[in-house]
């Protein structure tokens, strides 16, 4: 008997959300799923009024602000300790209109649900949303008793509850990211997040995508490169992803090498063309 | 270029033309350019020419008198310009022997021509059209063919009284690279046609200088309603003749809307044109032409269900088949008991810009369809008989320019005339 999927597309976080679960009739934990994944971009959006454009007005103006939103909450917390891992490479606040500002001259009161800026700045969640927001549709699906499910939002960020229906692993495989027929890494995950992070590729040609900003000091990301992290925790998947993208050499070499994660990190800049020969610094 | 590179251009030209025309159903889609290249292989020296007289002389009248010098049967044996100054500019390209007239009652009158090409401003055409035939003579006419459509079925009326061809010039007709567009789409290349997206953009405004002895509606004349329609008979009636000639139709229905929305210079017609003409089985032919913008410049995009067609540019595109998402594959594996790896991490957001891709040439080269369309005049006159097609394709696109410039200036729909002359 074939194993059949529930299946839900739908546009949030920017990008395209498909949700494959599979097994018995799981309708009501794919819309919990689904409310999870919304929920998520009611509060982290910035492409209309949400609890995050609110606050970034008043960072702006340089005004401290109380935040009741638990989701805006929660995502604060997360950037907070990843910030702190990735030696301030991960900055969803960098960003070249405001100068050096970033994450730092922010002051985040964890017990208070306070937050001030010392300088205007202003905060831009992006991948770590998409990752926060896999998680809790993932955490979402796992309560409603699902076994076996893989997320998706915009193929460059994967959350995959239980093992693939079929036994084992979900296997994937990360392309180069400018095509061919040339694959970077090929990996199986169980119960993880997967995020992809590139600087080259039809990706980054999104309309009103903001260049990549390295937070040490401001400037755009032109090397090209494509870092795969695999991780427990969606969140952290996408903030570190997008850290090795915009670390020194030294610094990636230190976040590839850190904790139990599987992360890799691709130097593509020597390419005319893809071919295998690409530049792989990688801790596996 | 001497005589030898250019009877090989030439050459090579006619052998285009008729290589594109070999295809099927094109004999009945393009039969004018059939004719006009079999009877330029066939009349290889320029022996007893056609002798045109040439009504008007300026910047277009001298373009195509450089043109009917290219010929190998047809010559220029007179001309006309009520100003002065044409005639001069027009001197250096035609023989000694070619009498000059400032009017063109008076070079009717001197005889001694077969025929003659009308470059005047277009609410003179039906005139001097009618003037010729009743002179006994055929008529080669710019487009478009006048400023009303009831001086179009006037002209078609008084050739087939007067018994003399009439052709209109839409150079298109006889393009290598429109042909060969025509061929492909026939053939089914693009798939089924369902719309025709056109522009002619500028940006300028459209105006000559005005020298001291003339008057602004002598010299720019395009911008005044009493003499012409502006942008709809001055550039959309070449692209509605592709759009009918695409279809294989004239269109059943026209909306749109025109407006004076950059030039306000004191102009009459409009400087921005948007309409939408209809055609049976739900076709369109969307057209926008302005001239304050020349980013898209001029081009007809030929849509079909598998490709596309971009004649001015010269290509050919297919369909790019849409992105199968990894994970619907996934789900496909997954349900026929099938384990592989998902090839995963492309775009996070599927652009849905303009594709891209090169496409297929469709030929390109140094063309002269200008020069084809006069031998192909050349040879209907010698006959006796028009170019099979030619002139049903020119009527419609003028009736569809008009047709056009009055739902803007209605700002109703107008459906397609039912009391056309029948060709």
Known sequence: ?284 | MNHQEFDLTRRSFIDRVLTATAGAGMATAAPWAVSAASAAVADPVKTNPVRLGVIGTGDRGRTLIQNIAKTHNCTVAAMCDSYAPNLAKARPWVGATTRVFSDHRAMLDAGGIDAVVIATPLDMHARHSLDAFDAGLHVWCEKAMARTIADCGAMVTRSRAANKVLQIGHQRMFHPTYLNALKRAKAGEIGALTQIRASWHRNNAWRRAVPADTTDRQINWRLYRDSSAGLMTELATHQLQVGNWFFDAPPTRVIGSGSICFWKDGREVYDHVALIYEYTGGRKFIYTSLLNNARYGCEEQIQGSTGTIEPELGRIYQEVPAKVLALQRMQKDVARGHKRTVPIGGATWFPELPVTTPGEALGWGEYDETMLQFEGFGAAVRAGKPLPGLLRQAYQATVASLLGEQAMDRGEAMTWPTNLVAI
């Open chain 1, 1 to 284: 008997m074939s194993i059949t999927a529930q299946v839900e597309r739908f546009v949030a976080m920017g990008t395209r959300i498909e949700l494959y679960v599979f097994g018995a009739d799981h309708a009501a934990a794919m819309i919990a799923a689904r409310r999870a994944i919304e929920r998520v971009d009611d509060a982290l959006t910035i492409h209309r009024p949400s609890p995050t454009t609110a606050v970034n007005d008043a960072l702006l103006a340089g005004r401290g602000v109380a935040i009741d939103d638990p989701v805006l909450i929660e995502a604060l917390v997360a950037i907070e300790e990843v910030h702190a891992e990735t030696e301030g490479a991960f900055d969803p606040s960098a960003d070249r209109r405001f100068g050096g500002a970033g994450w730092g001259d922010l002051m985040f009161d964890r017990r208070a649900a306070k937050l001030f800026a010392l300088k205007p700045l202003a905060l831009d969640f992006g991948g770590i949303g998409k990752g926060i927001a896999l998680d809790r549709a993932c955490a979402a699906l796992r309560d409603a008793g699902v076994a076996s499910a893989c997320l998706s939002a915009g193929e460059s960020s994967i959350a995959v509850v239980g093992k693939h229906p079929l036994g084992g692993g979900w296997p994937f495989a990360i392309p180069h990211p400018r095509g061919g027929d040339v694959v970077l890494v090929e990996l199986e995950i169980v119960n993880e997040a997967l995020s992809i992070s590139t600087t080259v590729g039809a990706g980054t040609q999104a309309p009103e995508r903001a260049a990549m900003i390295r937070p040490s000091d401001g400037a755009i990301m032109t090397a090209a490169r494509c870092a795969v992290v695999v991780d427990r925790n969606g969140g952290r998947a996408e903030a570190l992803s997008t850290a090795l993208l915009v670390a020194d050499d030294d610094l990636a070499q230190r976040l590839l090498h850190r904790g139990a994660a599987r992360r890799f990190l691709y130097d593509l800049s020597q390419e005319a063309a893809p071919t295998v020969d690409v530049v792989r610094m990688q801790a596996v």
